[in-house]
């Protein structure tokens, strides 16, 4: 999946001249909490968070401050400079940006000029999507050996069946490197034949767990 299928194009911006008073009531009115800094070629040259905001306003139990600091210009607490991604990146990369930066946002950019911004949820809402938890369906673990071929041969046993598969995913069998996972969501609330035809070609099933399986 690429970004331009999960970014969002109506982005709010702003300019670093703009005081952050007018981040903060941008923040609260829109319900956002990164706002893009961009340049007058509408080129991301920093972003501000509802924290960054946060921290610049003055505490309610500051006395002798007057709200000065909210007229500061936005350049002053902005981050820069700023990760970007092209909309024609996999999803999948962004999100290793995402957990080794620690960031929750990404502005999107094309040629330069800002085109769209990616958040953790939207991340987390296409993780959804792309595991299949978002409709009705049952997952099946099946253990296999970690070599070429594998995938195919399983999936001619739920062609058997003619259940719509949701989606497939595959991680490492951590007790045994020789060994991985395959993770198939299936749209019935009733995998229990389809267990048993993997049964019969020999297949170990983690999961689900079911009375008279074998562990």
């Not at 007229?71 to 990369?93: C, G, N, Q, W």
């Not at 330069?112 to 792309?130: A, N, S």
Request: aromatic share 4%; proline share 7%.
């Amino acid at each position: 999946m690429l970004v331009e299928e999960v970014m969002k194009t109506d982005v709010i911006t702003l300019t670093p001249s703009d005081s952050i008073e007018t981040a903060l009531k941008l923040l609260n009115q829109h319900h956002i909490r990164h706002i893009p800094i961009v340049d007058y070629n509408h080129c991301v040259i920093g972003i501000v968070s509802d924290r960054d905001v946060r921290d610049a306003s003055p505490s309610i139990l500051d006395e002798i401050s007057e709200g000065g600091q909210l007229k500061k210009p936005i350049e002053t607490i902005m981050t820069s400079p700023v990760i970007t991604v092209h909309p024609l990146d996999f999803v999948e990369e962004v999100t290793s940006i995402f957990y080794e930066h620690e960031i929750a946002c990404v502005p999107v950019t094309k040629n330069e000029e800002l085109v769209g911004i990616i958040t953790e949820k939207d991340m987390l809402h296409t993780l959804i999507q792309l595991t299949g938890t978002h409709v009705q369906s049952s997952q099946i673990e099946i253990k296999v050996l970690n070599k070429p071929g594998m995938l195919p041969q399983v999936m001619q046993v739920f062609g058997k069946r003619k259940v719509n598969i949701s989606s497939v995913l595959i991680y490492p069998y951590k007790p045994d490197a020789q060994y991985k996972i395959i993770v198939i969501r299936i749209q019935t609330m009733n995998p229990l034949p389809t267990i048993e035809d993997l049964k019969e070609d020999g297949y170990e099933v983690l999961w689900p767990k079911m009375p008279g399986m074998t562990p």
